[in-house]
């Protein structure tokens, strides 16, 4: 892939929360949220703050070593444009992001206060104060403040906890798009959860019951989402996910930009892998249409697909004869969610 010249786009991470009980969090944006009345994981923008070398100087007070952050990246594992400049440095400051935005939205601030050598699990450590919701309101005017919670809580973003997941790239024709780091982190404990005015609703919900209520429009999924749902529901114990996700981490993958093709009657959004796939992608260009083939027509039963289809009447994630590098293969399936307007 060649990535354009001109970025369109803001990098962003977001956080994929799963608690025992085999759950994962999600939550219903607003209207005036960047993905109005859906739901999504918690995230947002990278911010300047997030990346900010005083990270590094105090992380290292808590025992933590350059051997430490290059752990977040296996050498020669595959790089998407989003990583690729300085991928220990993107690592480190998107985890941080996907850390404060969960605080801002959520008020779960996921923080260690122990010394490298003192931990040994792979749960993330949550802080809890009754003071953390004026940093909250502090933090999300100053996303700067993190910095200055953690040093006078003497805590640190446990960014050791986040396994790096999957990467997607909004496509050319949508008016906001995001180059998203997706994470997965796990707690031992279910905490309560106190939202921001950014989202309406807050539930901890199984992948599954989440896909059954897409499925009859009951909520608001878009691709993204109803694929890494998809994905997770793959893995429903909570233990089986966190070995999973901790052990493909370092791997890398590839970077899942849908490149949107109008058909005859609707629209498909290719994903890489499938025949259709363009070798030579344009992120800022879109696709040449084919009107004289149907979305269906276009299907080909002896290839690879790996899609997404839209028309008036439907949108669905198609996969057959796809098997991705490093990740869950999920076997040839057709993933129902309906439109936003039904």
């Given at each position: 892939m060649k990535r354009a010249m001109q970025k369109c786009w803001r990098d962003s991470a977001t956080l994929i929360v799963a608690a025992k009980r085999n759950q994962n969090i999600k939550h219903t944006r607003t209207h005036n949220a960047s993905f109005p009345?859906?739901?999504?994981?918690?995230?947002?923008v990278c911010e300047a703050a997030d990346g900010d070398e005083e990270w590094y100087k105090h992380l290292r007070t808590f025992g933590y070593t350059e051997s430490d952050f290059k752990s977040f990246h296996r050498i020669g594992s595959p790089l998407t444009p989003l990583f690729e400049n300085n991928p220990i440095q993107r690592h480190v400051a998107l985890r941080i992001t996907a850390i404060r935005e969960t605080f801002e939205e959520l008020g779960l601030l996921i923080c260690s206060q122990s010394h490298k050598s003192e931990s040994e699990s792979d749960w993330a450590s949550l802080l809890t104060d009754d003071d953390l919701k004026h940093w909250r309101d502090r933090v999300s005017k100053n996303p700067a403040d993190l910095l200055t919670l953690c040093k006078e809580y003497k805590c640190f973003p446990d960014i050791w906890a986040l396994q790096y997941w999957?990467?997607?790239?909004?496509?050319?024709?949508?008016?906001?798009?995001?180059?998203?780091?997706?994470?997965?982190?796990?707690?031992?404990?279910?905490?309560?959860?106190?939202?921001?005015?950014?989202v309406v609703n807050v539930k901890w919900l199984t992948p599954t019951e989440?896909?059954?209520?897409?499925?009859?429009?009951?909520?608001?999924?878009?691709?993204?989402?109803?694929?890494?749902?998809?994905?997770?529901?793959?893995?429903?114990?909570?233990?089986?996910l966190l070995t999973f996700a901790k052990e493909r981490s370092s791997k890398g993958n590839i970077l899942l930009y849908p490149v949107p093709i109008q058909a005859k009657d609707g629209m498909i959004q290719l994903l890489p892998g499938d025949y259709l796939y363009p070798s030579d992608v344009d992120f800022n260009t879109q696709s040449d249409p084919i009107k004289d083939k149907t979305i269906?027509?276009?299907?080909?039963?002896?290839?690879?697909?790996?899609?997404?289809?839209?028309?008036?009447?439907?949108?669905?994630?198609?996969?057959?004869?796809?098997?991705p590098t490093n990740h869950i293969t999920m076997n040839n399936l057709i993933i129902p969610f309906p439109s936003i307007t039904g």
């Open positions: 009345n859906s739901v999504v994981f918690p995230g947002g999957s990467n997607w790239l909004t496509p050319v024709n949508q008016p906001k798009r995001f180059d998203t780091a997706f994470f997965v982190t796990a707690l031992e404990n279910k905490p309560s959860i106190n939202s921001n005015s950014e989440i896909l059954e209520s897409s499925s009859k429009a009951e909520v608001i999924l878009y691709p993204p989402q109803a694929y890494e749902f998809s994905r997770l529901s793959y893995l429903p114990d909570i233990n089986e269906l027509e276009l299907r080909d039963n002896n290839q690879s697909l790996h899609r997404v289809e839209v028309t008036k009447s439907r949108r669905e994630i198609i996969i057959q004869n796809y098997h």
